[in-house]
């Protein structure tokens, strides 16, 4: 599957690579980093939550590869699953047709945004084989037979596996609840487990199937798919696995669990985008209530804006959108030009500190804090510096962590020449 043309990003590389401390956990010690961050499922249109979400790993990518790390960044998109399958039948067009326009549509969203594209941009349906063939080799699962539709589905067993839960933490009580909102079927007869996993789906009566070789034909669960895609694409288990907060459980929890099936010590860690709420709710397709990155763009809002307006709270921080987010964003965004077009001082020092920043657990909001002190004319100076050099210092910076342009256009993928300065 195709992604998204990336932006051009200078290179800041050092000749080592720099520390990165990531939540809790700590610091980044590998220099080859192996991403993978699960992506859309493709029935209805980016919205700030999506781009959130992509953000905080744009982010953190931009971080890594400047601080020196190799980086492979895969991503899948779930073009199979049963939420498209019933937007499409409940609007009357090809399950196909729809997932191709979603799909479009967060490119161009991407591309806006000046989000990197993943090296591996990978879909549910032409990973088929892959599914087919991790679930072969799982230890650990067991058929259930559908008399309705005369076919087998293929089931994890959780019981199996000690380290369950690991990811999660969550007790018991506390899965069963979750599981049963996102997309789990925790009272289906004759599992072994309320919270086993789904693997493969056998096939249905209108709806798509494939071939599942020794699993009959049908198609594949959800968690299966990113430790299926993952596996494959980075050659082996992920060091970090990202999404939103709503991923935690059941999908990184079980995407954890099928790996260990699948021979992999599961050793990754887990990053978390915070939700993005509206008008009192959590922003969701299911609620309604969205605000639109392409309607947003629509109305003429810029780009740079946008990103901007997401960089102000903390990745892993959950905030409500409003439409003081933007105004902010706008004012910050002319302040920063201004202060490029009046030369401001303090441009090196500024660019150290937006660079600690987002070393320091992809902290956004202080980057910009520091940003903000320099266009008023209030960020140290280096003596003796040379004016164009720093500013131009502090440009690089902020395209290559922050993917803001202060110069040029809000869709170039290349930041304007700073040979205008």
């Known amino acids: 599957m195709e992604s998204w043309r990336s932006p051009h990003v200078p290179d800041l590389a050092h ?40 953000l905080t790993f744009d982010s953190l990518v931009r971080t890594l590869r400047a601080g020196g790390h190799e980086v492979t960044y895969v991503q899948n998109v779930t073009d199979i699953d049963d939420p498209l399958l019933e937007r499409a039948e409940k609007i009357g067009v090809d399950w196909r047709e729809l997932a191709t326009s979603q799909i479009d549509l967060f490119r161009s969203d991407m591309t806006n945004l000046r989000v990197l594209a993943p090296d591996h941009y ?26 309705a539709a005369g076919s087998d589905d293929v089931y994890a067993d959780v019981s199996a596996d000690e380290r369950f839960g690991e990811v999660s933490g969550f007790s018991r009580e506390e899965m069963l609840d979750v599981f049963a909102k996102r997309g789990g079927d925790p009272e289906r ?52 696995v990202g999404g939103g907060s709503d991923l935690l459980f059941p999908h990184h929890e079980m995407s954890a669990m099928h790996l260990r099936s699948m021979g992999y010590e599961d050793s990754a860690l887990y990053l978390h985008a915070g939700m993005i709420g509206y008008e009192g709710e959590k922003m969701s397709k299911s609620l309604g209530n969205l605000v639109l990155v392409s309607k947003l763009v629509e109305q003429g809002v810029d780009p740079r804006v946008v990103r901007l307006a997401m960089l102000d709270h903390h ?107």
């Open 122 to 147: 990978v879909g549910a349906v032409e990973s088929i084989d892959l599914v087919v063939q991790a679930v072969e080799r799982m230890g650990d699962t067991y058929r259930l037979a559908d008399a």
């Open 315 to 421: 990745y892993a921080d959950d905030h409500h959108w409003t439409d003081a987010d933007l105004e902010r964003a706008s004012e910050r965004l002319a302040a920063y030009q201004q202060a490029v077009k009046d030369r401001r001082e303090g441009g090196a020092m500024t660019a150290l500190v937006v660079h600690d920043c987002m070393t320091d657990d992809l902290d956004t909001p202080a980057a910009l804090w520091a940003l903000d002190a320099w266009a008023a004319g209030d960020a140290p100076r280096v003596a003796g510096g040379d004016q164009r050099e720093e500013i131009a210092d502090l440009l690089t910076t902020v395209d290559a962590l922050l993917g803001i342009c202060l110069i040029g256009g809000p869709f170039d993928t290349a930041c304007g020449c700073l040979e205008s300065l």
């Open 189 to 240: 007869a004759g599992k072994r487990d309320a919270l086993d996993p789904l693997l493969w789906r056998g096939k249905r009566e209108g709806e798509p199937d494939w071939d599942g070789q020794s699993l009959v034909a049908g198609r594949p669960g959800w968690h299966i798919e990113c430790a299926a895609i993952g596996e494959h694409y980075l050659g082996g288990a992920p060091t970090i």
């Open 15 to 54: 000749e080592a690579p720099a520390p990165v401390r990531l939540g809790p956990d700590g610091e980044i010690p590998e220099t080859q980093v192996r991403l993978y961050v699960c992506g859309i499922t493709p029935y209805d249109a980016t919205h700030l939550g999506h781009a959130a979400t992509y």
